[in-house]
């Protein structure tokens, strides 16, 4: 079956620190790949998407890109700020009439001043 | 802006008693799915549907009951409520028709059983 294994946190970084959080994926077929991510005490928002291989999802800094080699997304950001603290999630949709997203454990990130 | 609402945010309530989460949304959609989430953040989904009167049970079992009566509602009903289920519910739609598009989600309830 489908899978998603995403770095465990927490992950603590200074504000203008580099991020990468590690995301890789066992799924048949080509899926899609997602980030998705929850700020405190709200539910997830999509961050960014890629549907095919060597795809670059990117937004609001952030960039991850669909690695079928290495069945990789991993997500970065080369400046983070104290606004991005939040749960990002890794999650991929295998397509087809039945599908349905299949999620990470979540990284929780926290951004200090 | 995802058009997907969940009432109500917080709810409090005693053992033995019956509670419906409500989930609405306004895009159309015909998948719509209910994921419970833990302390440590982990999603599990427990309920799912792919349009009206189709109702599955999701990976994680549950003892909640869903419906799908018209598109657009897709509550959640627990008869008798414990203290096991105190967690994070969170509702999200997707549209069937094109396939590999996001999820939406709507804010979660966070029911406390006591």
């Known amino acids: 079956g489908n899978s998603v294994t995403q770095m465990e946190g927490p992950v603590t970084l200074s504000e203008e620190a580099f991020l990468t959080i590690n995301c890789t994926y066992t799924a048949t077929g080509y899926p899609s790949l997602f980030w998705y991510v929850q700020y405190p005490g709200e539910g997830l928002q999509l961050l960014l998407k890629?549907?095919?291989?060597?795809d670059k999802g990117s937004n609001k800094g952030f960039e991850a890109t669909y690695r079928k080699e290495t069945t990789s997304f991993h997500l970065e950001k080369g400046s983070v700020q104290v606004s991005d603290s939040a749960v990002y999630f890794c999650a991929l949709d295998s397509g087809g009439s039945n599908y349905k997203l299949t999620f990470g454990k979540g990284t929780l990130l926290t951004v200090n001043p | 802006e995802a058009d997907i609402y969940q009432t109500p945010r917080y709810l409090v309530i005693g053992t033995g008693k019956k509670i419906t989460l409500e989930c609405s949304q306004t895009m159309g959609h015909d998948k719509m799915y209910w994921y419970q989430q833990d302390p440590g953040m982990e999603l599990h989904l427990i309920h799912y549907?792919?349009?009206?009167?189709?109702?599955e049970k999701g990976d994680l079992s549950s003892e909640s009951t869903v419906s799908r009566i018209r598109t657009e509602h897709f509550p959640l009903t627990l008869e008798s409520a414990r203290p096991s289920h105190t967690s994070q519910y969170l509702c999200?739609?997707?549209?069937?028709?094109?396939?590999?598009?996001?999820?939406?989600f709507g804010q979660g309830t966070r029911l406390t059983v006591v």
């Open positions: 890629a549907t095919k291989a060597d």
């Open positions: 999200a739609s997707s549209d069937s028709y094109w396939e590999n598009t996001e999820a939406f």
């Open positions: 549907s792919y349009g009206v009167n189709s109702t």
